[in-house]
């Protein structure tokens, strides 16, 4: 069967996406309800008892709303860094302790047939991460909540079958919104979120004939909208690219319901 995700929601309303291979399912964030998780999964044939593992890429709470209800009502180990864990601790209630799993960022977890690996972001959390999905030769990257695509987040995720990338803003939209300057500026920062812009000069980079589809993700709902993101981060790899050149599909998310299976061996 190989690698299978879906994206089960994404935006700053909350995160939570499913890795599963032929032996294995893993949830990456619950910043949903322990309730709207299941009822997500059960909509797309599966139930949250059947998961393995909770990931974690960082303590925001649109990544962790539900993570303690979720653990803790399903029995599922939770895997986070140390720094990341001194964070949850403060915000999910009693997890027991043979639940409670470290993985270091940059570490490699198996899962099964399923191979996991964490990297280091650029984000104002204790020590965020994305993770990097691999069977066989098959490899998934999620890339989110990042302030700018580091040349080591670069070569991390580079050569991917699919790819979930963050688009997070217009920067006009954001500029000549409501939030106060100092939010924006957070966002704007290095430390903060990827415009559409830098996520589609970012995509340059990473994109080779192996990728397939990328995922434009944790859009925001007050200074973006899905069909400019689509649209900027469309120009902009065109600009960059000979006509020759292999571009990818660009594929939506959704903060109000989930994406379909998408198999990784599918063209």
Known sequence: MGIRFTVLSSGSTGNAMVVATEESKVLIDAGLSAKKIDQLLKEKGMSASELDAILVTHEHADHIKGLGAVARKFDLPIYANEKTWEELNKHVGEIAEDKRCVMDTGEIRDFGSLQVQSYGISHDAAEPVGYCFYEGDQKLSLATDLGYMSAKVKEQIQDSDVLVLESNHDIEMLR????PWNIKRRILSDLGHLSNEAAGIGLVDV????????????LSRDH?????????????VEDRLEPEDHRAKLMDTYYDRATEWDRLDTE
């Open 176 to 179: 000549m919104g409501k939030y």
């Open 224 to 236: 973006n909208l899905m069909d400019l993101a689509r649209l900027t981060v469309n120009n902009v």
């Open 207 to 218: 994109m080779t004939t192996k990728t397939k589809r990328v995922y434009l993700a944790h």
